[in-house]
């Protein structure tokens, strides 16, 4: 089942919602869980006007996209092509897992959501690449830096 539809599948384990549909604010990127004396929740599914409102929640980023990720990403492309014969690969999952999952981003209220830089959260150099498959295993230097 792709990761996805499991988001939004009640019954599963990864949903973003309880088995009734009610959305928890995760709180800010840098909190454990919502910090608001009432806690935000919403269902959307129980009206029209709760869709608008659920409609201004945002997915965060611990790892900022544009500040952190993508020029992390550009980084690895970078230090890939200019490698006389490439010992590793670019770590697509990383990532991915980044970009597109719950591994990196919260469903928060709008209020909960830290716009500003996120200074302590940046992508893991060391997970940039993976060892070739093809190459026999050997240890190998890369330099990121």
Wanted: neutral net charge; proline residues 3%.
């Amino acid at each position: 089942m792709c990761l996805a539809t499991r988001y939004f599948d009640r019954s599963k384990e990864e949903a973003l919602c309880d088995e009734r549909g009610e959305f928890l604010c995760r709180g800010a990127w840098n909190q454990e869980h919502c910090t608001r004396l009432t806690l935000h929740r919403i269902n959307p599914y129980q009206s029209r006007e709760a869709r608008i409102v659920f409609s201004t929640w945002n997915l965060d980023h611990w790892i900022e996209r544009s500040r952190s990720i993508i020029p992390s990403i550009l980084d690895a492309s970078t230090l890939l092509a200019t490698q006389s014969r490439p010992v590793s690969q670019f770590n697509h999952t990383y990532f991915y897992r980044l970009l597109f999952t719950t591994h990196n981003l919260k469903l928060v209220h709008i209020v909960c959501h830290d716009k500003g830089e996120h200074k302590t959260a940046k992508c893991d150099k060391d997970k940039y690449f993976v060892v070739d498959v093809d190459e026999p295993l050997r240890e190998t230097v890369v330099d990121v830096s």
